[in-house]
């Protein structure tokens, strides 16, 4: 069956260091990609998608490319902020699955000043 | 943001007890979906819905049931609650059955069985 795994946290970084946390995904058809963010006390939301090969999704300074030949989707941003601070979950849709998702089991990342 | 409602945000019950949570939304999307969160193990399928009436179940389905006898609402019930149900439970709707389409979900239900 389809599965993702991701980076046990907690990540803790300073403000504006580099963040990447990594995801890698198993799947039967051709995946959609995902990453959501969750706040304290909130639902998840969209941070970004990609749904083929090589395609790059953005958003909020955040980018992640789906890389097919190493079945990964990794989760960076350049300049992290305190804002930041939530909780980070790469998920799977699958073509064979229809809107299905599947999520790994998230990453706390702190942000410190 | 995606109207979506869940009721009530937060519960405590006993074992054994009936539960019902509610997830609405003004959307008129076709599919929706209930997840519950646990720690390590990010968000599992419970149920979902691709019309009224027509449910079928997910990955942690034992111990659940759902209906939908309006577009806009979902319903899920733990018949006899257990303390393994403890848990925190997310409404979500999604417009299609396409893969590529996004999930947008609810501010959550957090629920605790003693």
């Known amino acids: 069956g389809d599965s993702v795994t991701q980076m046990e946290g907690p990540v803790t970084l300073s403000e504006e260091a580099f963040l990447t946390i990594n995801c890698t995904y198993t799947a039967t058809g051709y995946p959609s990609l995902f990453w959501y963010v969750q706040y304290p006390g909130e639902g998840l939301q969209l941070l970004l998608k990609a749904t083929k090969a090589d395609d790059k999704g953005s958003n909020k300074g955040f980018e992640a490319t789906y890389r097919k030949e190493t079945t990964s989707f990794h989760l960076e941003k350049g300049s992290v902020q305190v804002s930041d601070s939530a909780v980070y979950f790469c998920?799977?849709?699958?073509?064979?699955?229809?809107?299905?998702?599947?999520f790994g089991g998230g990453t706390r990342l702190m942000v410190k000043p | 943001d995606a109207g979506i409602t869940q009721s009530p945000r937060h519960k405590v019950t006993e074992t054994g007890t009936p539960v019902t949570l509610r997830c609405h939304q003004t959307e008129n999307h076709r599919y929706m979906y209930w997840y519950r969160q646990d720690p390590g193990h990010g968000l599992r399928l419970i149920h979902y819905s691709y019309g009224v009436k027509d449910t079928d179940k997910g990955e942690v389905s034992d111990g659940y049931s759902v209906s939908r006898s309006k577009t806009e609402d979902f319903l899920l019930t733990l018949e006899s609650a257990t303390s393994s149900q403890t848990s925190v439970y997310f409404c979500?709707?999604?417009?299609?059955?396409?893969?590529?389409?996004?999930?947008?979900f609810g501010d959550g239900t957090r629920l605790s069985i003693l």
């Open positions: 998920a799977l849709s699958d073509s064979d699955a229809g809107n299905m998702l599947t």
């Open positions: 979500a709707i999604s417009e299609s059955e396409y893969s590529n389409q996004p999930q947008h």
